[in-house]
């Protein structure tokens, strides 16, 4: 089969379910010798809305999806949940193999900066420069000291926002995978390493993986095989960019109008996109 991931119908809720709710209540009220559960505790939970709502997508191996929506929307839920740490309350997902994830805020441990990109795997040459080339990693290396083997610790180099995404991009490359997660990993470039890192690493580089890509930027929605786009946990649309256009059309009139939406940086896009998902949904 070609088919990397599947979701059927899938939704999810980050809170408890009632029933494992209900006899968490009961073991701890045992425990506290009180036999009777509290309803008070047991009603503010009852109405848990979920984060995720009959979503389902299929995508092909080596082939990109562009996951984009408000905020708050659920798109780093539902990266969390193909990697297994939010298990859907309906519907059915299915994949196989190797995930490599970089997460919103890669976590940095002490060691050198290559170790933090190389995260335990071995020292590949060839592997290594390709990836730190396609992160636009190469000049920040050139003008440290120790170049990618100053330390990352207490009286070290502190990375700037900019410099620990591309590390956390480079370190979630870097890794042999069969499936590829980035959650927004431009938030914090500019729009000239956006655009460079996109083209070299997430479309060049990485062209033969299959990826999701967190972002909200248009062109990359264009580039991207599927598109994904998310307003409170629901799907608004799923499709090609084409099919955007067709079914959605004043959505994507309203951001196409926009001269300068691609070009401001990945914050303020996000929250034009929530306005305009916020705005249409309501016209609907
Ligand atoms: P943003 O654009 O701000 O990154 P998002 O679309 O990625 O948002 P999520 O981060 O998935 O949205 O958040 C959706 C909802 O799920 C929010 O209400 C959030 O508080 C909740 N949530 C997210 N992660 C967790 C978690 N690990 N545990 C509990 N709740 C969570």
């Known amino acids: 089969t070609t088919t990397e991931l599947e979701l059927v119908n899938v939704s999810a809720s980050w809170d408890e379910g009632i029933g494992e709710l209900f006899e968490k209540i009961k073991q701890e009220n045992k425990a506290n010798g009180q036999p009777n559960c509290d309803a008070s505790l047991f009603f503010t939970n009852l109405y848990i809305t979920p984060v995720l709502k009959n979503i389902s997508l299929y995508l092909e191996k080596g082939k990109m999806l562009a ?3 408000s905020t708050g929307s659920g798109k780093s839920s539902l990266l969390m949940m193909i990697l297994g740490e939010l298990v859907p309350s309906e519907g059915k997902i299915r994949h196989s193999g190797r995930i490599s994830f970089s997460p919103q805020t890669p976590w940095i441990m002490p060691g050198t900066i290559r170790d933090a990109i190389l995260f335990g795997l071995t020292y590949d ?18 003008l440290l000291p120790e170049k990618d083997k100053t330390l990352l610790v207490e009286g070290g180099v502190t990375l700037s926002g900019g410099q620990r995404a591309r590390l956390g991009l480079a370190r979630a490359v870097y890794k042999d995978a069969d499936l590829y997660l980035l959650d927004a990993p431009f938030t914090h470039l500019d729009i000239v390493t956006e655009k460079e890192i996109f083209e070299k690493c997430v479309c060049k580089l990485m062209a033969s993986k ?75």
Not at 128 to 136: E, G, R
Not at 243 to 254: C, I, K, N, T, V
Request: charged share 30%; with cysteine.
């Open 125 to 142: 040459e060839y592997r290594y420069t390709s990836v730190i080339k396609a992160c636009q990693l190469e000049e920040d290396f050139a």
């Open 67 to 69: 996951v984009a929506g």
């Open 210 to 284: 299959t990826r999701i890509v967190v972002t909200s930027k248009l062109e990359h929605l264009k580039r991207a095989d599927k598109i994904l786009l998310l307003h409170n946990g629901d799907c608004y649309f799923y499709g090609t960019f084409s099919e955007l256009q067709a079914q959605r059309p004043d959505f994507s009139s309203l951001l196409l109008g926009m001269e300068a939406y691609d070009n401001i940086n990945a914050e303020r896009r996000s929250s034009i996109l929530t306005e305009t998902l916020r705005r249409v949904s309501v016209d609907e």
